[in-house]
């Protein structure tokens, strides 16, 4: 079976104005390079058209309105200091959280085996009633909520491997037996979130906070943990917070991961996996604002989606 690729133009409307590192070029880059590579193992499709109920599994209902009436006619407005938003943003932000349910049930329905979302903008920063950090809509926590309401799955774990802690996500996810959620993350750091003593109510969050400088060998001792930790919980569904702003390239951040790391987590997650989840697994592009590392690293992740049986 081949790998989806969900995408949609639309990320193109979302503007967030000159000089804003959350910027249209990230999934450009990220969707012009599997265009020219055009691997028939990619199976390409559009976002689903997410409904309301299905967002209000994971946001406030005065949240979402205040999101529905807050795109400006004409030039930008901002949700917090640095989410900004433009006319157009409103189909980017609802493709981008449509297109993990696109990709759920595009696993469920067996048309392919696993998926990568390449949208904007990200989401591990949105809580059920705030945006933040460049996230409007938690895309991966929607998806998680789905796996739980509509297929009925009982473990579902999300692996964040963005550079920065997702707060979001954990916030959603902290009272839910569930959820497995766990996170590497540079700290401190923004968000400020993230230490390990943040477990979950039910110890189902697991955060691996690591320094400012951290090379590639370290992260991957530190990743063992985060493995060990997948084994113990046996998902039936994972789902990956694919960040790329880890790469030693970032400018937003300073690990030093390389292009090839990226390959070599992705495998490592799906080989602990598959005697649980047998192979389900949906990745969402988050952060990584370097163009070239971006489009490299996420090149070498689907690759490793694609690789894996
Ligand atoms: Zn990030």
């Given at each position: 079976m081949k790998t989806g690729l ?35 193992n990619l199976l ?59 990709a759920i049930?595009g696993v469920?329905?067996?048309e392919f085996k696993n998926a990568f979302c ?119 569904f994972v789902l990956i ?25 992705t495998?490592?997650i799906l080989?602990?996996t598959k005697?649980?989840s047998h192979g389900k697994v949906v990745s ?17 992740h689907v690759?490793a989606l694609i690789e894996f049986n």
């Amino acid at each position: 079976m081949k790998t989806g690729l969900i995408t949609s133009d639309t990320y193109q409307n979302h503007d967030t104005g000159t000089g804003h590192p959350e910027q249209i070029a990230r999934v450009s880059v990220i969707i012009d390079n599997f265009k020219k590579l055009n691997n028939k193992n990619l199976l390409w499709k559009k976002p689903s058209i997410i409904s309301d109920e299905i967002i209000l599994t994971t946001h406030d209902l005065e949240y979402i309105n205040l999101v529905k009436k807050s795109f400006p006619k004409k030039s930008f407005s901002s949700l917090d200091g640095d989410t900004i938003i433009s006319p157009g943003s409103k189909e980017a932000i609802f493709d981008a959280a449509g297109s993990i349910i696109a990709a759920i049930d595009g696993v469920e329905n067996k048309e392919f085996k696993n998926a990568f979302c390449s949208v904007r903008p990200p989401g591990h920063h949105s809580s059920q009633n705030k945006a933040a950090g460049f996230c409007i809509l938690n895309n991966i926590a929607i998806g998680c909520q789905y796996l739980l309401k509509k297929y009925k799955y009982k473990k579902v774990a999300i692996v964040d491997i963005d550079v920065h802690h997702g707060n979001g996500t954990q916030d959603i996810f902290y009272n839910n037996e569930n959820v497995l959620f766990i996170s590497t993350h540079q700290y401190p750091y923004y968000p400020g979130t993230g230490s390990e003593q943040e477990r979950g109510k039910f110890n189902n969050i697991t955060n691996i906070p690591l320094p400012a400088g951290t090379s590639s060998e370290e992260y991957l001792n530190a990743f063992e943990y985060a493995l060990k930790k997948l084994e113990d919980f046996k998902p039936e569904f994972v789902l990956i917070s694919a960040g790329f702003d880890a790469h030693e390239d970032d400018p937003l951040a300073q690990f030093r991961l390389k292009t090839e790391d990226y390959y070599h987590i992705t495998k490592r997650i799906l080989e602990t996996t598959k005697n649980f989840s047998h192979g389900k697994v949906v990745s969402i592009l988050e952060g990584g604002y370097d163009l070239k590392a971006l489009q490299d690293s996420s090149k070498r992740h689907v690759d490793a989606l694609i690789e894996f049986n």
